[in-house]
Nanobody, 117 residues
Framework: QVQLVESGGGLVQAGGSLRLSCAAS????????MGWYRQAPGKQRELVAV???????NYADSVKGRFTISRDNAKNTAYLQMNSLKPEDTAVYTC???????????WGQGTQVTVSS
């Protein structure tokens, strides 16, 4: 069983920064990807950023140049550094761990990020 524990959400003014962390524990297969999704009220969940265990990253266009995803494989922890935050970044951010073999998705409990204007 895999568990994901997130931390780092909160309230910040526009232009500010926040850093989210996601620590994975349990039986984790080596080939995987960790990422962050977000869902704002009334909107569908969207991918924010993802990083594979090999360090390959992918970002939503809306956060490119502002957000940086990284991970510490030894700690099975992923980080999302969010800079130049905008009110439209306000959402519940949820960590995801996707394993390849077998193909499966694990989800964290979600953390609220609120950006005030």
């Amino acid at each position: 069983q895999v568990q994901l524990v997130e931390s780092g959400g909160g309230l910040v003014q526009a232009g500010g920064s926040l850093r989210l962390s996601c620590a994975a524990s349990g039986s984790i297969f080596s080939i995987n990807a960790m990422g962050w999704y977000r869902q704002a009220p009334g909107k569908q969940r969207e991918l924010v950023a993802v990083i594979t265990n090999a360090g390959i990253t992918n970002y939503a266009d809306s956060v490119k140049g502002r957000f940086t995803i990284s991970r510490d494989n030894a700690k099975n922890t992923a980080y999302l550094q969010m800079n130049s935050l905008k009110p439209e970044d306000t959402a519940v951010y949820t960590c995801n761990l996707h394993t390849v073999l077998p193909s499966y998705d694990y989800w964290g409990q979600g953390t609220q990020v609120t950006v005030s204007s």
